[in-house]
């Protein structure tokens, strides 16, 4: 194999960005803003093809923490403003543009006490919520049955099948939650956008070196042997971020890991209830373990909440798991939902997802620094930050700005402000040398 230099037929970029998923393009499409040129490298074929894939695309503000909920809060108003943030001004040919579904979302109020954790939050933060009793929930849901059926149990135990108990406290509904309809689409439009200011992107390219030289970083050599020069790297590699931070030699020199994690999430058709609306919301419920969205087709999209009575399935390698769903994960999700929606008529054949999971020690994001100068990490996304990619990548891009001018970010952490709530984020939350915050719910709650 030739070494040839990349930068022999292309100027060297500023920065090259390893990873084109939501968050990566995202983070393209900002630094481009900043008149910074870019590279981006993705193994796969197109923008968003990784773990973005599969996600659900939930946008949710019921986080854990003050900074979690005005983060998401921050982050609806982007995907709200869709056309606008990507710069068209409704002139051009309007290309397909992912699009925000407003339906609104319920967290069931359960004796696990994560509404009751988030609701000062929403107060403080002045983010819009009703609280409705039990009979509310079933009278606007029909098809919820919302009697206390947890702590959530293994489906072969005698615990799951015992008769519900007294009614749920109610549930917490935010009538603001949503998802995105299409989130590779919407990590090809933040591309598109990205390119449209000059950015370049490189598919089917494999980062396998991160070269550095007296501590700091000066490019990466791809699969092919192309060697690229590059001043800033960073690595927004999803699943694979603990594999590129190994390839820059900075395995253990963060307090915060990251590791992947396999999920699946199942679909199945949903029941319509006596108002002839189908599962048409979104639904957290704590108490079973499991979280619901509707699915296009008359479907329904049943998800983990990580429960204490599952073992997780964490991967050694972000490339070595089984891709097709199991019937064990279709029997204990589906049985959870049945629980909660006791018309469900579950089909026989399991259908579904398997995504993965960047997860981080505490299951909040690492946007930061590291200790090789010039290389920057936006990974550890922990399943809840599709939401967050277009205001994370603003922070990223305004972090690295700094830092690059000679900001000192480990003794003054930046703050970046967002756009269109005026959310104020101190970049020390999402360091990579933070102890471990104890206020996390310590899964896909963030
Ligand atoms: C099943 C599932 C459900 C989810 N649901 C939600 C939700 O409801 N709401 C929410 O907010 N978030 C959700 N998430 C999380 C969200 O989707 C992720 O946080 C987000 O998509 C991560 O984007 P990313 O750009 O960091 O990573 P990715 O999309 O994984 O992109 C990383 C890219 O890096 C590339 N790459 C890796 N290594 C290399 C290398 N060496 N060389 C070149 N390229 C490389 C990969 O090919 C990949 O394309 C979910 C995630 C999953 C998996």
């Given at each position: 194999?030739?070494?040839?230099r990349v930068?022999?037929t292309h100027?060297a970029p500023?920065?090259?960005?390893i990873g084109?998923?939501v968050?990566?393009?995202?983070?393209?499409?900002?630094?481009?803003?900043?008149g910074?040129?870019?590279?981006?490298?993705?193994?796969?074929?197109?923008a968003?093809?990784g773990?973005?894939?599969?996600?659900?695309?939930?946008?949710?503000?019921?986080y854990?923490?003050l900074t979690g909920?005005?983060m998401?809060w921050?982050?609806?108003?982007y995907?709200?403003d869709?056309?606008?943030?990507?710069?068209?001004s409704?002139?051009?040919?309007?290309?397909?543009?992912?699009?925000?579904?407003?339906?609104?979302m319920?967290?069931?109020?359960?004796?696990?006490?994560?509404?009751?954790?988030?609701?000062?939050?929403?107060?403080?933060l002045?983010?819009?919520?009703?609280?409705?009793?039990?009979?509310?929930?079933?009278?606007?849901?029909?098809?919820?049955?919302?009697?206390?059926?947890?702590?959530?149990?293994?489906?072969?135990s005698?615990a799951?099948?015992?008769?519900?108990?007294?009614?749920?406290?109610?549930?917490?509904?935010m009538?603001?939650?949503g998802?995105?309809?299409?989130?590779?689409?919407?990590?090809?439009?933040?591309?598109?956008?990205a390119q449209?200011?000059?950015a370049?992107?490189?598919?089917?390219?494999?980062?396998?070196d991160v070269?550095?030289r007296?501590?700091?970083?000066?490019?990466v050599?791809?699969?092919?042997?192309?060697?690229?020069?590059?001043?800033?790297?960073?690595?927004?590699a999803?699943p694979?971020?603990?594999?590129?931070?190994?390839l820059?030699?900075?395995?253990?020199?963060?307090?915060?890991?990251?590791?992947p994690?396999?999920?699946?999430?199942?679909?199945?058709?949903?029941?319509?209830g006596?108002?002839?609306?189908?599962?048409?919301v979104?639904?957290?419920?704590?108490?079973t373990?499991?979280?619901f969205?509707?699915?296009?087709?008359a479907?329904?999209a049943?998800?983990?909440?990580?429960?204490?009575?599952?073992?997780l399935?964490?991967?050694d390698?972000?490339?070595?798991y089984?891709?097709?769903?199991?019937t064990?994960?279709?029997?204990?999700?589906?049985?959870r939902?049945?629980?909660?929606?006791p018309?469900?008529?579950?089909?026989?054949?399991?259908?579904?997802?398997?995504?993965?999971?960047?997860?981080?020690?505490d299951?909040?994001?690492?946007y930061?620094r590291?200790?090789?100068?010039?290389?920057?990490?936006a990974i550890?996304?922990?399943g809840?930050?599709?939401?967050n990619?277009p205001?994370?990548?603003?922070?990223?891009?305004?972090?690295?700005?700094?830092?690059?001018?000679?900001?000192?970010h480990?003794?003054?952490?930046v703050?970046?402000?967002?756009?269109?709530?005026?959310?104020?984020?101190?970049?020390?939350?999402?360091?990579?040398n933070?102890?471990?915050?104890?206020?996390?719910?310590?899964?896909?709650?963030?």
């Amino acid at each position: 194999m030739t070494n040839r230099r990349v930068a022999d037929t292309h100027p060297a970029p500023d920065v090259v960005i390893i990873g084109a998923g939501v968050i990566g393009a995202a983070v393209a499409y900002e630094l481009s803003r900043r008149g910074l040129s870019t590279l981006s490298l993705d193994a796969l074929p197109s923008a968003g093809y990784g773990s973005t894939s599969n996600s659900s695309a939930i946008v949710r503000f019921s986080y854990s923490t003050l900074t979690g909920v005005s983060m998401a809060w921050e982050g609806l108003h982007y995907w709200r403003d869709w056309r606008g943030y990507l710069g068209l001004s409704g002139r051009e040919p309007t290309p397909d543009l992912a699009e925000l579904v407003t339906c609104g979302m319920l967290l069931l109020d359960t004796p696990s006490g994560h509404a009751a954790k988030v609701v000062p939050l929403f107060d403080e933060l002045q983010i819009p919520y009703e609280h409705w009793d039990a009979a509310g929930v079933e009278k606007r849901l029909p098809l919820l049955d919302a009697r206390v059926m947890g702590p959530p149990a293994p489906v072969d135990s005698d615990a799951f099948w015992a008769e519900p108990g007294e009614s749920l406290a109610g549930g917490v509904w935010m009538p603001d939650a949503g998802y995105v309809d299409d989130p590779q689409l919407a990590s090809r439009n933040l591309a598109q956008a990205a390119q449209a200011l000059g950015a370049r992107f490189l598919f089917h390219a494999t980062v396998v070196d991160v070269r550095q030289r007296g501590g700091r970083v000066i490019g990466v050599t791809l699969a092919d042997g192309s060697v690229i020069d590059a001043p800033v790297v960073v690595n927004v590699a999803g699943p694979h971020s603990g594999r590129v931070n190994e390839l820059a030699g900075l395995a253990g020199t963060m307090a915060i890991g990251t590791r992947p994690m396999r999920q699946e999430v199942h679909h199945l058709p949903s029941p319509v209830g006596p108002d002839g609306r189908g599962l048409d919301v979104l639904v957290a419920d704590d108490d079973t373990g499991i979280y619901f969205k509707p699915e296009a087709g008359a479907m329904v999209a049943v998800g983990s909440l990580e429960p204490a009575c599952d073992e997780l399935e964490w991967l050694d390698s972000p490339d070595d798991y089984r891709p097709t769903v199991s019937t064990a994960g279709w029997e204990r999700q589906t049985l959870r939902l049945a629980r909660r929606v006791p018309e469900l008529r579950i089909p026989n054949r399991p259908l579904g997802i398997v995504g993965i999971y960047d997860v981080a020690d505490d299951w909040i994001p690492i946007y930061d620094r590291t200790d090789l100068d010039g290389f920057y990490v936006a990974i550890g996304s922990s399943g809840n930050q599709f939401k967050n990619a277009p205001f994370a990548a603003h922070a990223m891009a305004e972090l690295i700005v700094a830092v690059e001018a000679g900001h000192d970010h480990e003794a003054r952490p930046v703050t970046v402000r967002g756009p269109y709530t005026g959310a104020q984020l101190d970049l020390g939350f999402f360091s990579r040398n933070r102890p471990i915050n104890r206020h996390s719910s310590f899964s896909v709650n963030g």
